[in-house]
């Protein structure tokens, strides 16, 4: 085989490839495709929303405006005509090729976080991730919007930190 049918082979050989979309679009982007018989993948997970009335878990994308599609090269440029995608995405010159592997990673991820609480609640022993108090470990003393008050064990000190540099130990 010479270099041009090694490419031509290696396009024609279906992959996963990543679509970006118009904001928002990326459910009805999905369905779209998937009537098209086109396997499509959008990572969800379920985030708080907050409108004035409640707070609501909604089911969002993981990654927003991006979508993984499982089709051959050739036929990835008839995807741009579709409805709400925008563009794919290219690497180095090529459409991003995304590895199985990396697929299954991601669906992995979310099926061990489904109903999973990130949430730092009262007693929750922490570490601090991020900043100059890095890997400091401690209690919840105290919740706010946006902050935690910490006692930190070895230190015998209270501080207060942001929520999202905190992690459960």
């Known amino acids: 085989m010479t270099t041009g049918e090694i490419k031509k082979d290696i396009n024609n050989k279906a992959a996963w490839y990543v679509v970006y979309t118009a904001p928002k679009a990326e459910k009805q982007v999905q369905q779209r495709l998937t009537e098209q018989r086109i396997e499509v993948f959008l990572p969800l997970h379920l985030a708080p929303r907050k409108w004035s009335d409640r707070v609501k878990l909604v089911e969002m994308p993981l990654f927003p405006s991006y979508l993984f599609v499982y089709t051959q090269q050739s036929a990835?440029?008839?995807?741009?005509?579709?409805?709400?995608?925008?563009?794919?995405?290219y690497f180095e010159g090529q459409p991003a090729r995304i590895r199985p592997q990396e697929i299954k990673a991601i669906r992995q991820f979310l099926e061990y976080a489904n109903?999973?609480?990130c949430r730092v609640e009262l007693d929750d022993d922490v570490r601090v991730a991020i900043g100059p108090l890095k890997d400091a470990a401690g209690k919840v003393i105290k919740v706010g919007k946006k902050y935690a008050v910490l006692l930190l064990d070895k230190l015998g000190l209270q501080v207060q930190v942001a929520l999202d540099t905190v992690v459960k130990r």
């Open 76 to 89: 990835l440029y008839d995807l741009v005509r579709v409805s709400g995608i925008t563009r794919v995405i």
């Open 115 to 117: 109903g999973r609480s």
